[in-house]
């Protein structure tokens, strides 16, 4: 890791403290790991209690956990969604499906792995996880943004070209995207 | 009598369909196979005249040793709470699209049936308002669910794999570092 990435300021280390117990997740499920999130959320595993609540919209959310297979259509519109949330923005591939493709490894409509698209803060493996790994992740995710080295979304940001590059020949050609990720680089200064 | 439902039911559908073959499969469930240029008028009758309303789906079967594709019409009679399988079949073009007439505007539904065919099996049908792409938006291949379409091929080419033990890993543990 470059010096710039890991050097902070007072204040940002202050917004680290804050930020990290009032994460928003984007309520955006795909494939079958849904059914594990409700139990989550719900009074059995509560992870109200680690400041994580479930969003609507993701220009106000800053997790967005990808919950199993994503055919080549669905991963379109998790690359809008993406580029639509507002930075730091934290993914989470949860199951084996977002990891190498799990049970679907041999389909034509299934992506094999996530991180080449967007890039990925946390895996959570198993087929399906827990509840409880889920909390984990999450638990793992606000000690990560704690100690300053949740910095995955300035990865798409620096190597813009190479996620725009994987997208591209899954899609099979320019997809029209609403950001100008670059003009966003250069306002954040990576 | 057993079948004395369906059997009266084919008598019916016989008379004005001579060459086509029907045969009961089990209880409530008949089987028809006629020549190809016949199944638009069969719909029409089934629809106007026999009160077949329901069609209940259209699937297709790629039969690649025979060179031929075998397209299913499933109607249903509410009251008589029978469904009749009406099996075509039409030539199977190795490049490009099979061709087959349309029954859009018969049933509405017809046409998610027809585009899903199209863009699995690659059958076209002529006449239809919209044989846009369906399910699979993004897709240049071939038809995924032709015989000779090889999904693990396909996938291994296309997509990139997780590499589980790369060369710079290797070197390292040759090195001795990595190990507790």
Redesign the interface.
Known sequence: MDEKLTQRSVWEKIAAKLSKRSLWMLHYCTGCGAIELPPTMTARFDMERFGINPMVTPRQADILLITGYLS??TL?RVVLTYEQMQAPKYVVGFGSCT???GMY?????T???LD?YIPVETYIAGCMPRPEAIIHSFNELIAKIDRGEANSWKDYYKNYDFYRK?QEH????PIETYNDIKADAALFRI | MEYAKENSIIEMMQTEFPEAHFTVKKERRIEVKMPSGRLYDFAVRMQKKWNFLHLSAISCVDWIDDGEFELVYHFWNYDEKVLVMAKIRIPREEEGDSHFETISNLWQPAKFFERDIHEMFGVYFDGSEDMERF???????PP?MRKD?I??E???N?????EYEPQWLKDMMAAGEGNE
């Open positions: 080549v259509k379109k990891i190498n493709g490894w041999n389909s034509y409509a992506m094999k792995s080449r994987n899954t899609f099979e050609g | 399910i699979l938006t993004d897709w240049t291949g995924p379409f999904t693990r396909f996938a291994l296309f997509y990139h794999y997780r």
